[in-house]
């Protein structure tokens, strides 16, 4: 890895590098935060420098986020470590799955009331959706007017009351499909900085996971992986993160966990 991405015009094959975002303050604090617009904590930007560190000798074309600010930031971050300018494109199609009504409530304290196992069936599942956040819910209002939606069209009636993993994939996969496969098709070295369970879809995609192969799979926050793809986008080589194993099931125990109440 440390000799950097091929040229991937000049190849058959396409190297795709994929991070979720540095550790966002809801991270940090365990709480759900899907389309709530939660800052990058210390530590993720710490994280983020380092994902920057790691990257530096490659030379991307273009990078792909979100329009939520723990991944646009880490995308910065990102940026000025590697000393790069590369075309950034924000998507909210790459957004995080709607959390619906869980949005804000803290994780352990949600399992307490309502029993681990519904709890990691909601945050787990393929299919099955969080209850719906509705109008009186106290951080509606502040995901609905978010400036950076509306700046890119994103109005009130686009957003989500709530979204499962296949919700969540409906529309990461035409994105993968209609604009960032053709780009990788034609040879750009890309790289996606976006989210938990935006990532998870387009993995399950990728690897063609099954619905129980996916739901036990877990993305830390600030570990680049990457793959190699064949010209139809099928991988060459699964997924290749860039830490060592023990750093690896550490972090992926952490964010499989339901945390504390504390944090
Ligand atoms: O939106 C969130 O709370 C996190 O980004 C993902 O949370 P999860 O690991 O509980 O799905």
Not at 16 to 29: A, K, L, M, Q
Request: proline residues 4%; hydrophobic residues 35%; charged residues 30%.
């Amino acid at each position: 890895m440390a000799d950097g991405n091929p040229c991937n015009v000049c190849s058959a094959q396409h190297t795709v590098v994929f991070v979720r975002h540095g550790e966002s303050e809801w991270n940090r604090r365990n709480i759900f935060c899907g389309w709530y617009d939660a800052d990058l904590s210390e530590e993720g930007v710490e994280q983020a420098v380092k994902i920057g560190e790691q990257l530096k000798d490659f030379d991307f074309d273009i990078i792909y986020t979100s329009l939520l600010r723990r991944a646009y930031d880490s995308v910065e971050m990102v940026l000025k470590t590697m000393g790069k300018t590369i075309t950034v494109i924000k998507a909210w199609q790459l957004n995080e799955r709607h959390y619906g009504a869980l949005t804000g409530l803290n994780k352990a304290e949600t399992a307490e009331k309502y029993g681990l196992e519904k709890v990691q069936i909601w945050r787990r599942s393929y299919d099955v959706l969080p209850p719906p956040m509705e109008k009186d819910h106290h951080l509606y209002n502040a995901i609905v007017n978010n400036p950076v939606f509306l700046q890119h069209g994103i109005e009130e009636k686009d957003i989500p009351k709530t979204e499962s993993l296949k919700t969540t994939l409906s529309r990461v996969l035409p994105y993968w499909e209609n604009v960032i496969g053709p780009v990788i098709k034609e040879g750009k070295r890309v790289l996606i900085i976006a989210h938990g369970t935006s990532l998870r879809g387009l993995v399950k995609h990728i690897d063609s996971l099954s619905e129980e192969e996916i739901m036990k799979l877990n993305l830390p926050t600030g570990i680049p992986f990457s793959y190699t793809l064949d010209k139809n986008l099928k991988p060459v080589t699964s997924r290749k993160f860039f830490c060592d194993d023990e750093t690896l099931k550490r972090e992926v125990e952490k964010v499989a966990g339901i945390g504390t109440k504390e944090q």
